[in-house]
């Protein structure tokens, strides 16, 4: 079993930065590709990064050259840098990774970011 715990959350001014941090305890040799998710008020839970053990990254369209994902394999945590912060990107932020050996993946309980116009 893998437990995900999120911080950096938290209410900023548009234009701002926040810096999320996702830290893996357990059975963390269980953990593959490591996600950031957000869900909006009334929305879609939808990817917004991820990142391979190797350091291959891939992001959603809307937060490509504004977010930074990238992974300490050392401390079991993957991070979500994000710049330059709209208030689109209001939403609550989840953590995801997926599990090399079972049929599901591991979810954090999520953070609130929150962009203020």
């Known amino acids: 079993q893998v437990h995900l715990v999120e911080s950096g959350g938290g209410l900023v001014q548009t234009g701002g930065s926040l810096r999320l941090s996702c830290a893996a305890s357990?059975?963390?040799?269980?953990?593959?590709?490591m996600k950031w998710y957000r869900q909006a008020p009334g929305a879609q839970r939808e990817l917004v990064a991820g990142?391979?053990?190797?350091?291959?990254?891939n992001y959603a369209n809307s937060v490509k050259g504004r977010f930074t994902i990238s992974r300490d394999n050392a401390k079991n945590t993957v991070y979500l840098q994000m710049n330059s912060l709209k208030p689109e990107d209001t939403a609550v932020y989840y953590c995801?990774?997926?599990?090399?050996?079972?049929?599901?993946?591991?979810w954090g309980q999520g953070t609130q970011v929150t962009v203020s116009s």
């Open positions: 995801n990774a997926e599990s090399r050996l079972r049929p599901s993946d591991y």
């Open positions: 357990g059975s963390v040799f269980d953990i593959g590709v």
């Open positions: 990142i391979t053990s190797r350091g291959s990254t």
